[in-house]
């Protein structure tokens, strides 16, 4: 829903620098958190846990509807953008962090292209490239099923964390 918003020549423009930043971001944060965690985590796969959980935020459920109130529609489509970095990053390096396990590179890349939040946001360029425009009742219908998301995500949170200890939740 936030590619059915008309789209000027620079802002289209613009998602090649959200990519270039995107991509700058994930590998000074890898180098930072690397050499941070090589001095502070001995062991290797708790080391590669410190990396991805410091480099990977909450970008998704708790960024979008903060960037949302902050610029409209807008900075969904290019927190989407950002997220296709994410996607590529967690998929391939941070799978390596956290399993220590090289399955190949190609087979590591088509897993972070064919995750559904990486298709979804393909699409999404796609359909602002292209321009194409939904119908009213459509573009409600997925605005209304969007912010459904933040909610639900914390309802499942809860629900999880229903069924801790009180010490094993702090």
């Known amino acids: 829903?936030?590619?059915n918003i008309p789209f000027t020549r620079e802002q289209q423009i613009t998602i090649v620098y959200v990519l270039a930043a995107a991509?700058?971001?994930y590998v000074v944060s890898f180098l930072i958190f690397t050499a941070v965690g090589h001095k502070l985590i001995p062991e290797p796969?708790?080391?590669?846990l410190y990396i991805c959980?410091?480099?990977f935020a909450n970008t998704s459920f708790v960024g979008f509807p903060i960037a949302q109130v902050l610029d409209g529609?807008?900075?969904?489509?290019?927190?989407?953008?950002f997220?296709?970095?994410?996607?590529?990053?967690?998929?391939?390096?941070g799978i390596y962090l956290l399993t220590g396990t090289r399955k190949g590179i190609g087979k590591m890349l088509r897993s972070a292209m064919l995750d559904p939040c990486a298709l979804a946001s393909f699409a999404m360029v796609a359909i602002c490239l292209l321009q194409i425009?939904?119908?009213?009742?459509?573009?409600?219908?997925?605005?209304?099923?969007g912010n459904t998301c933040t909610p639900l995500a914390m309802l499942v949170i809860g629900a999880?964390?229903?069924?801790?200890?009180l010490h094993e939740v702090f």
Do not use: H
Not at 45 to 48: A, E, F, P, S
């Open 1 to 3: 829903a936030s590619a």
């Open 23 to 25: 991509f700058v971001f």
């Open 45 to 48: 796969r708790k080391r590669g």
């Open 53 to 55: 959980l410091c480099t």
């Open 73 to 81: 529609e807008i900075a969904i489509f290019y927190g989407s953008v």
């Open 83 to 93: 997220n296709i970095m994410y996607n590529l990053f967690m998929f391939t390096y």
């Open 133 to 145: 425009k939904f119908p009213a009742f459509l573009n409600d219908g997925l605005n209304l099923l």
């Open 160 to 165: 999880g964390m229903s069924e801790c200890r």
